[in-house]
């Protein structure tokens, strides 16, 4: 009996030792811990809050796939300048919404390029003589903003006299989209006027229409301008008489709320949400090497105030949390 006791404390100890040795030396399988990926987001713009929609959209496809989101809006520094910056400091990969004068040749890492369908962000002629260490990004998702101009056109169609002017605005044509709508805009009727700049020039072309005891049917091109626009008209009844129709690019919270008012007669959009989740997956597929998309034509939506009772557009445009 006392020989069993010794013969089990001795293979006891000699377990606790063999665990050590096993521990000291990694030898003991451990759960490896999930590799955390970290994804730049290169914005077209200052201002975040333009895209709190896609940025949710891309922040719940980052909880999905374990990621870190990096967002960088711009500044001082060129979309091009931000990307390379964000290779040298190590990113897994990039997603960027190209402004229209972007132009890539190869890059260092995965990539997904959100530009106008229209517009060639890709310098072929660069690409062309690279290193083999360095990989072409052509992962693509396309918006037509020539059909969100149309579209909206078309709603406006339906309302003008004829014969009142039309004021365009717009920040600059370095957005995507901006330029085609204008080459459209232009082509359809002849009085048009387009008024370039930002919340200053928009106010003085506004106060002008007042003064003139003129009213006119405006067009925004770009989030930056019709933020600007909803803010100026709505802080004066005297300018909202001038007004005849208000149809404006893109959707933010405020935008809707002004459809909803009457404020805004008809807006042209996208499901910026679904965008932001799908350039996640598209660049994930690319790091994982699961799969391969090359490119993706999002749909557009046109919105007037009878488009807010269905329920399944709105929660399109505003997913709930």
Known sequence: MKINKIYIWTAWFLSIVLLFILSQTDLILKESSPKVYQ??????????????????GVD???????????LLTLGSASQKELIESE???GTNGIIVLAKDD???????????????KDADVFDTKKIGGS?????????????????????????FEKSYDGTSPIYVFYNSTKPAGVEPEIEFLKSKDAHTVFIEGDEREFRTAIEDLVHSKKSAYIFSLDKHSSDNLCKIIGGSSVYNEHIKGFYCIGATTLFVNKLDDGNIDALSTLNEYDEGYLAVEMLMA?????GYTSNVDMKNILLDKESLKDEDI?????PVE
């Open 39 to 56: 994804v730049s987001l290169i914005l077209d713009s200052e201002n975040e809050g333009e895209y709190s929609n896609l940025k949710k």
């Open 87 to 89: 290779e040298d400091n």
């Open 314 to 318: 709105v929660k399109q445009l505003f």
């Open 286 to 290: 690319d790091l994982k090497k699961t």
């Open 102 to 116: 972007l132009r890539l040749a190869m890059t260092k890492v995965p990539m997904v390029v959100i530009k106008s």
């Open 131 to 155: 290193s083999g260490n360095i990989v072409t990004s052509k992962r693509t998702i396309n918006i037509d903003y020539v059909d969100m101009i149309t579209g909206l056109y078309n709603k």
């Open 60 to 70: 719940d496809a980052a909880k999905r796939y374990n990621i870190d989101i990096n």
